[in-house]
Nanobody, 121 residues
Framework: DVQLVESGGGSVQAGGSLRLSCAAS?????MGWFRQAPGKEREAVAA????????YVADSVKGRFAISQDNVKNVLYLQMDSLQPEDTAMYYC??????????????????WGQGTQVTVS
C-alpha cells in the first residue's frame, strides 16, 4: 500500500499563499491534488504524469497554483498563490494509475491522503 500524508493547510487572507506538501511512502508515475468544498463534488486541481513530464492544472487555478515533486524525498507539493475565498476546501493528494489508454487517471480505488484544510477569508 501507498501511504500519503498531506500537510501545510491553514487559514489565510485573500491574496495570501500556502504550500501544501504530501509525503508519500512511494510515488506513482501519476500524482495529483484534488479539493472538495462543503456541498460540492471533488474536483481535480493539478496533476503530474512523470512518464511524459505532463502537467495538468485546472483552469480555475491556472496561473496561481503550481504542482511539483521531489523524487528523492517522495514529496508532492502544491504551491498556491493569490488565494481566493473560493479556494476554501479540503485538499487531498492522490496516487493515480493507468486506465485503458489513459496513463494517468484517479479513482476512489487509488491511494488518497486524509486531506488538509485550506480556508481563505
Amino acid at each position: 500500500d501507498v501511504q500519503l500524508v498531506e500537510s501545510g493547510g491553514g487559514s489565510v487572507q485573500a491574496g495570501g499563499s500556502l504550500r501544501l506538501s504530501c509525503a508519500a511512502s512511494a510515488f506513482s508515475l501519476c500524482m495529483g491534488w484534488f479539493r472538495q468544498a462543503p456541498g460540492k463534488e471533488r474536483e481535480a486541481v493539478a496533476a503530474h504524469y512523470t512518464g511524459t513530464a505532463t502537467t495538468y492544472v485546472a483552469d480555475s487555478v491556472k496561473g496561481r497554483f503550481a504542482i511539483s515533486q521531489d523524487n528523492v524525498k517522495n514529496v508532492l507539493y502544491l504551491q498556491m498563490d493569490s488565494l481566493q475565498p473560493e479556494d476554501t476546501a479540503m485538499y487531498y493528494c492522490a496516487a493515480g494509475g493507468a486506465s485503458g489508454l489513459d496513463p494517468c487517471t484517479f479513482s476512489d480505488s487509488n491511494y488518497w491522503g486524509q486531506g488538509t484544510q485550506v480556508t481563505v477569508s
